[in-house]
């Protein structure tokens, strides 16, 4: 029985420290691979698995879609994974509540790069022109 509580509390401990926040999930948008290759050259499993951190997932690809599309990213200057990185990097965080957030950089046009953060986490979820 005590070797089953101290399983237990490990189990927990392990459990909250790696919970995660937005501050964090910003701080781990550190990319690796074709990070200089174009956003339309990318495929969705190079872009999961190769490319975004451990802590970030793209969910069924909708963020890379938009960032191929030359009227959303191309209108921010964003054509390569190292672009947006730099982007998030030098972006504005905006809590927009539940646990959604925005990267935001005002240019001519305001850019969100919008995500999602639960606890263990970060999800790409689109990005903006607003």
Not at 43 to 50: D, I, M
Not at 63 to 70: H, N, S, V
Not at 88 to 99: A, C, E, K
């Amino acid at each position: 029985m005590k070797k089953l509580l101290t399983i237990i509390a490990l189990l927990f401990i392990s459990h909250t420290a790696s919970a995660i926040d937005a501050d964090s999930c910003v701080k781990a948008f550190k990319l690796s691979g074709k990070t200089d290759e174009q956003f339309k050259n990318i495929t969705p499993n190079e872009w999961n698995n190769k490319i975004l951190p451990k802590e970030w997932i793209d969910k069924g690809g909708h963020f890379l879609t938009r960032m191929k599309e030359a009227d959303r990213a191309g209108a921010a200057g964003l054509y390569t994974p190292s672009d947006l990185q730099s982007f998030v990097m030098g972006g504005t965080l905006i809590d927009q509540g539940n646990g959604r957030y925005f990267v935001q950089q005002i240019m001519v046009k305001k850019y969100n790069v919008v995500f999602d953060v639960t606890k263990h986490q970060c999800e790409l979820v689109t990005f903006l022109i607003g």
